[in-house]
Structures are given as structure tokens and as C-alpha cells.
T-cell receptor, first 116, second 114 residues
């Protein structure tokens, strides 16, 4: 149980375009979903936290107008990278939590974004 | 603010031997949870083991065990009988009780050599 999927697993887009990444909890309801960014050989950096039906809470330094997060249902959250630039190229990981003890986060397999 | 420190960027161990990965954290709170996650080359994050701070007994999951020293704010991971499939990045993580904000350490890259 507690499976989280992400789609697509990798995407290449041209500079200036937008790309959407989906995160789904397949067998549980996720009251909270998280979006992380991971640079090569580095740790996970939390970008934002979203609760179903509410606006996302962004970490300091993360542009909310560039990284649009929508948590439309208890099983789906989307991250849209708007007007992508090469420096947005990274590995994006989502996770989901049921919001109850022990507050464990279940991680998706990640999406590799390359902006050319 | 809570911080998690992993002081070993890289480690290696021979197959079948035992290795210990270090993790320290800083918090003024008393109720929290600690985790070790494994990230193999596939990049999928996998939960290895979890420890509740109010439990004195160290958590164990098959070949994986922790040494939780609450006073010292230390949470090390011991891998016994290391296997080639244990080769991965290992992240120590911290979360406060009743809080969704998980903080990760910088990670330790473990290589198991045949």
C-alpha cells in the first residue's frame, strides 16, 4: 500500500514553455502533498506544501508564480513550471502524507525535467 | 528551526560486513520522529526505518537498526550483512510531532563492494 505515482517520469521542454507534473496517491487519501527539488548529488529541497482545497505554502526563495501548485483532490496534486528556463532543469519529487501519525511521507518516483 | 546533519558524504563497505551511518539533529522540541530513507540509483525514495522520539527502544527492521541517543540528539543507522542492493544514498530525516514539515540531512552515499 501507500503508493505514489508521478507523471511524466521525464520531460524535455523548450525554454519559455510551461510543463505540468502530476502526482497521484494511488491507494490512500493524501491530505497533504509536498513538492521537492533535488539537484545532482544533493539532498531534497522542499519547495512547497499543499493541502487539498487550499493554496500551497511555498518555502522561502521559491517563486510561487513560477511554480504553480494545485491540490485539486485528495489524490492529485500538480506542479506547473511556467516559462521554464534551463536553470529550472532538475529532478522534482513529490510526496504525500495522510496527515496522521506517524506523519510518514510516501514518495513518488520523481520527474526529471530538462529545459533546452 | 530544526536541522539535520549527516557528516559522512560517502562511505563504503565490503559485502556481508556491517556499516554505521551517522546522523545528528538539533531541536528544542521533545516530541518528534526520525527516519532513514534510502534513494537507490532509480531515485525512488524508500523508507528504511522509523523511530518515535518517545520510545526508548531502538527500532529494528531486519538487517537495519538504529542507535537513538535522545540526549545526544544522535540517530545512527547500522546496516548488518551488507548487500550489493544496499548501495544507495541514505538520508536522515526529522519531523516534529503533529507537523508535516520533514527536514532532510545532506545524505550519505553508501557503496557496497563485492
Amino acid at each position: 500500500g501507500a503508493v505514489v505515482s508521478q507523471h511524466p517520469s521525464w520531460v524535455i521542454c523548450k525554454s519559455g514553455t510551461s510543463v505540468k507534473i502530476e502526482c497521484r496517491s494511488l491507494d490512500f487519501q493524501a491530505t497533504t502533498m509536498f513538492w521537492y527539488r533535488q539537484f545532482p548529488k544533493q539532498s531534497l529541497m522542499l519547495m512547497a506544501t499543499s493541502n487539498e482545497g487550499s493554496k500551497a505554502t511555498y518555502e522561502q526563495g521559491v517563486e510561487k508564480d513560477k511554480f504553480l501548485i494545485n491540490h485539486a483532490s485528495l489524490t492529485l496534486s500538480t506542479l506547473t513550471v511556467t516559462s521554464a528556463h534551463p536553470e529550472d532543469s532538475s529532478f522534482y519529487i513529490c510526496s504525500a502524507s495522510q496527515g496522521t501519525f506517524p506523519y510518514e511521507q510516501y514518495f513518488g518516483p520523481g520527474t526529471r525535467l530538462t529545459v533546452t | 528551526a530544526q536541522t539535520v546533519t549527516q557528516s559522512q558524504p560517502e562511505m563504503s563497505v565490503q559485502e556481508a560486513e556491517t556499516v554505521t551511518l551517522s546522523c545528528t539533529y538539533d531541536t528544542s522540541e521533545n516530541n518528534y520522529y526520525l527516519f532513514w530513507y534510502k534513494q537507490p540509483p532509480s531515485r525512488q525514495m524508500i523508507l528504511v526505518i522509523r523511530q518515535e522520539a518517545y520510545k526508548q527502544q531502538n527500532a529494528t527492521e531486519n538487517r537495519f537498526s538504529v542507535n537513538f541517543q535522545k540526549a545526544a540528539k544522535s540517530f545512527s543507522l547500522k546496516i548488518s550483512d551488507s548487500q550489493l542492493g544496499d548501495t544507495a544514498m541514505y538520508f536522515c530525516a526529522f519531523i516534529l510531532f503533529n507537523n508535516n514539515d520533514m527536514r532532510f540531512g545532506a545524505g550519505t552515499r553508501l557503496t557496497v563492494k563485492p
